[in-house]
């Protein structure tokens, strides 16, 4: 009862004193496990967050557009002096490599839900003929880079607390691809809070409405202790195996170029702490963040947050003045995350989303309209606080089709189509013929495995010069 009295005071202190109201409804194990998830929240925390985010001015933050300004991005090389100097950026990334300096870290913390897919969003079969996992075909690009530079970078696996055990599973179950080392890491949460009351909802007696804390939350986990503590954390695990440089990107994209050595040589050369790509944006209404300078320095505002009249402006060219969209692929020195995770939170954001909940009389409410806010950090946030940063531009065409509806854009037929003309494309350089629709699109699925070639340089010799390509085919 003492326990209870506790637990009553701290939450009361809070506004939060409902979360204990089916406790004694519990049995042993129910109220053990409630304990555990209320002394897991730093709620002195939350209580800012909902002052700021969900009944303060934080949650209508505006940007200033007076201080904002257009990024300088390293463009795609279009002379001689430029390629050579990409050339000379690639051989720096290259020794990166060969020197086993570089770790590889993806986000797969999500679930297949939108795609109407029941596992872990890593877990889908994406490739256009084989049907390979994303996993796959991620593992199978380390993999193969480890061929290349004779030093196989280490995988480090972002999962959530609902996905972990499957994700583990999956890799288990297919020999881990043949990956040297991979390891899997959790996501941290937060408690989903009611919009207009800021209280913290309960998914179940006894139960609390967790969230994942977005992909920013990737530094925090990366520093935590692993094992239940047993084990060090993936920082220093990395700083243990030499690794100085991390190459990031989210699972969803089956189409990122992983530890890009050109990326990974520009980005060291210019003695950066954290970098990233972009894409040319098609239109104003976009739904990618922009990167732009704020007060000389670096920063992304999400699409929606984009001012209209900074997201139509255009240079005296036509071009939209505000075009670098970020695709989620970064470079970050090893030291800037552990001095940020030292010193420095990333802010939280606010995310109004359906959350079911468990009503006053113990009924479970699945809402029709958004009804909580969920708190999550960007991981672009931490952008600002580094030393040093390259933007550079890269080809939407060769890397970014990113994978997150069942049908329309980004769904499983617009990947498949991108990755069976990037591969079409591979296949012309190396001197084979491929039939091409009026659009120039590849009329059949197309399919290279890392295994096989890792680029269009390496696919050449490996292919009879003439050969004509007429139905799908998948080289492995």
Known sequence: MAFKQDLAERLEKHGQGHLLRSWDDLDDAGREALAAEVASIDFDHLSRLVAELVKGEGARAEVDTDRVRPIDVVRMPQTDAERADRRRATEAGEEALAAGEVGVVVVAGGSGTRLGFPGPKGTFPIGPVSSASLFQIHAEKVVALGRRYGKQPPLYVMTSHENHDATVRFFEEHDRFGLDHVRFFVQGRMPAVDLATGAVLLAGPGQVAMSPDGHGGTLAALAAPGGEGCKPSCLDEMGDRGVRTLFYFQVDNPMVEIADPTFIGLHRRADAEMSL????????????????????????????????????????????????GSIAIHVLERSFVQRLVGVHRLPFHRAVKKVPYLGEAGELVRPAEPNAVKFEQFIFDALPEARGYVVVETDRAVEFEPLKNAVGPDSPATVHQRMSDLFGSWLEQAGAVVPRRPDGTVPFAVEISPLFALDAHELKGKVEPGTTIERPIYLR
């Open 277 to 324: 790509k972009v894409i040319e944006k098609l239109a104003p209404d976009e739904k990618v963040g922009v990167v732009v300078d704020v007060d000389g320095r670096p920063q992304i505002i999400e699409y929606s947050d984009l001012p209209r009249p900074l997201a139509e402006a255009r240079n005296e060219e036509g071009q939209l003045a505000y075009w670098a």
